[in-house]
């Protein structure tokens, strides 16, 4: 789930927030509309009664085959971002796939580096 009007408010009109949910897995057999229920159904849990969920106004939904890492366990959130000598990896398939899993793997994969800098250049 993203608030997308809490980084760039031009995303919606003055005054109201775009929402943005993401589903892992296909939902194939599953209408839009049986899947938007799904979801004003888990977000209502999240939210409680203070926040009317189902009140929303649903745009529309993408179907994006692919669009996250897999994250099927077992998942191993630890990677080495060091694959070999000079060579650093990152992003959220590193780690969670989310905005923070992105985040994390980019820093672990910059800390790697720094420490390797900071060898080679005491020997």
């Known amino acids: 789930m993203f608030f997308a009007t809490n980084v760039a408010p031009s ?3 003055p005054g109201k927030v775009l929402v943005s949910v993401s589903l892992i ?3 194939e057999d599953v209408s839009d509309e049986d899947l938007k229920m799904k979801v004003v159904e888990e977000l209502s849990g999240w939210f409680g009664k203070e926040v009317a969920v189902g009140s929303w ?3 529309r939904s ?3 085959k692919f669009a996250q890492p897999n994250q099927c366990p077992p998942t191993d959130l630890q990677k ?3 694959l070999g000598l000079g060579l650093y990896v990152c ?3 590193r780690t969670s796939a989310t905005f923070d899993g992105a985040l994390v793997s980019g820093r672990k994969a910059a800390e790697a580096l ?3 800098r900071s060898l080679v250049q005491a020997s």
């Open 25 to 27: 897995g296909l939902y």
């Open 80 to 82: 080495n971002p060091k």
């Open 62 to 64: 993408y179907r994006v």
């Open 114 to 116: 720094l420490k390797d």
């Open 91 to 93: 992003g959220d398939y």
């Open 57 to 59: 106004t649903y745009l």
């Open 11 to 13: 995303y919606g009109p």
